[in-house]
């Protein structure tokens, strides 16, 4: 049998590349979700501290989206093959050394080098995929599948960590990628193309340096100010993002070999689309922080069982998945943007009317109606970014792309988040049970979360009316969150009727040079 079936058209060692592409991508998935299940147990066994903790949880996400855009560009400049070898073999030392790590300084140092290793698979594996299937249809398909297999990994995560750790000890949720990367590293040489930009350029030492501080404060201050409220430091790290992003801007406009091309935004398809993009996971991110909440604090299930009710709403987002291109090819990519759009719109609005009494079967349905239409967006837009973006620049095109995703998410749980806070606060200042000593109210006003604390400390009749009347304030800033986000899917859909391009390629012609595409940008 050929490789290939048709000039042009993906074959058999195409369709296997992607199968071992994908399990880094379900690896990383499966990672983020196990490890929260594993953290008590590690915890207790290194004695990590509450700051600690969250540390072990957070510093791999931190470096993962920090470096995005520096490892998409340093693959096409060294090899988009070569450095996913080069990250698979990291990931896996770093994944044996958080394995066995003896303290908790050491585990945090284990999975800040996981985070590092982390940033080079994700844009390695997308910009691959963009050489290997140059059928638009047949891209499509392979992305589509390579983003299901990561929401795959997402609703794994928790089944395959239990399972882990009821057999093993809490390191065996780190060494599962041991063998996931030795199949990489064995395949990836004679399944994957090697692919380098022609002129490179060198790379920039201060590029980077100062990606870094304005993606790494900005996501820190996002993420703290979600967990704690806003504090000066945290205004002090958006300044610094702030600062940096618009250095980090000037510079690469001047240069001739820049980190980052930002003439590829006067493409509609990078602006537009990943912008909308953005502004739709700012959505998600939220509401799903809202919604895990819910199922915990309002309707009491405990973390298993509430993570087992959201498994609907990871298997309609890989239902979505697969089932785009497909719909897609037969309505057209914006046609069906919006047709999910209007559906996650739908199920927005379906998520206002909650309320404690509502069945928890209904919740799972109402979670997966909203996954089932927003899912559609991202999928798309990150095919028409990859078959947008030129070739030797589909590295550093993919790494936008996740790292959009990256602050869309960070953004809608701090923004959104604020919001819920916003409405709840007032409402449960007014309706706060006559008689609540202070020492409890004080909480009750400010979480959902500090209102259940106080009320273990509270007589049961005097408990029972503080958590009803925090339910009820949580519930009118839950409605009010949804409410704001079916807005702004109505507008995501706006701008992608107004604005976006779909179909379009990178056109050599439109471009008279490099200095007149740095001054368009």
């Known amino acids: 049998m050929s490789e290939r079936a048709a000039p042009g058209r993906a074959g058999v060692r195409e369709w296997a590349g992607l199968a071992v592409l994908s399990l880094p991508v379900f690896l990383l998935s499966v990672d983020v979700t196990a490890l929260h299940l594993a953290l008590p147990h590690l915890s207790a066994d290194l004695g990590a501290t509450g700051t600690q903790q969250l540390w072990i949880l957070d510093i791999y996400g931190f470096l993962l989206a920090g470096l995005l855009i520096t490892m998409g560009t340093v693959g096409d400049r060294i090899g988009r093959r070569r450095l996913l070898m080069i990250g698979a073999a990291a990931f896996t030392a770093a994944s044996a050394a958080a394995a066995y790590a003896p303290t908790a300084e050491a585990l945090i140092a284990a999975r800040a080098l996981l985070g590092i290793a982390g940033a080079t698979l994700m844009p390695s594996t997308m910009s691959l995929l963009k050489s290997m299937f140059t059928d638009d249809r047949q891209r499509a398909t392979a992305l589509a599948l390579w983003m299901a297999c990561f929401t795959a990994g997402a609703a794994a995560g928790p089944v395959i960590g239990g399972l882990l750790l009821e057999a093993f000890w809490w390191g065996s949720v780190f060494l599962m990628a041991v063998p996931v990367m030795a199949l990489l590293l064995a395949t990836g040489p004679f399944l994957l193309p090697e692919f380098r930009s022609p002129s490179p350029g060198r790379l920039d030492p201060l590029s980077v340096v100062l990606s870094l501080g304005a993606l790494l404060p900005f996501i820190y201050a996002l993420k703290k100010a979600a967990e704690n409220g806003w504090s000066p430091l945290l205004l002090a790290a958006l300044a610094l993002a702030a600062v940096s992003g618009w250095l980090f801007a000037r510079r690469q406009l001047r240069m001739d070999a820049p980190l980052l091309d930002l003439s590829l935004f006067r493409m509609r398809v990078f602006s537009a689309g990943l912008g909308s993009l953005l502004a739709a996971n700012l959505v998600m991110g939220g509401v799903m922080l809202l919604l895990i909440q819910y199922l915990q604090l309002v309707k009491g299930l405990p973390p298993s069982v509430a993570g087992a009710w959201l498994v609907p709403f990871s298997l309609a987002s890989m239902a979505a998945s697969l089932a785009s291109p497909a719909l897609a090819g037969r ?4 046609p069906t943007m919006l047709l999910g759009l209007a559906v996650g719109a739908t199920g927005l609005v379906l998520a206002a009317f909650l309320g404690p009494d509502t069945p928890v079967l209904w919740t799972g349905t109402v979670a997966a109606v909203i996954a089932l239409g927003m899912t559609p967006l991202g999928v798309l837009v990150m095919t028409e970014v990859m078959a947008a973006a030129p070739e030797d620049r589909s590295g550093s095109a993919a790494a936008v792309n996740e790292t959009f995703g990256e602050m869309g998410v960070s953004l809608g749980v701090a923004a959104m988040g604020a919001l819920a806070a916003a409405v709840y606060r007032p409402l449960m200042a007014g309706s706060l049970p006559a008689g609540t ?27 029972q009316d503080l958590l009803a009347a925090a339910q009820s304030a949580f519930m009118g800033g839950f409605a009010a969150t949804t409410a704001v986000g079916a807005v702004v899917v109505a507008a995501v859909a706006f701008v992608i009727a107004r604005y976006l391009t779909t179909g379009a390629r990178h056109d050599a012609g439109d471009r008279t040079g490099a200095g007149a595409d740095r001054s368009a940008a």
């Open 437 to 463: 000593p202070e020492e409890a109210a004080a909480p009750a006003r400010d979480s959902l979360a500090g209102a259940v604390a106080a009320a273990e400390s509270l007589p049961s009749g005097a408990a």
């Open 331 to 334: 309505l057209g990519t914006k």
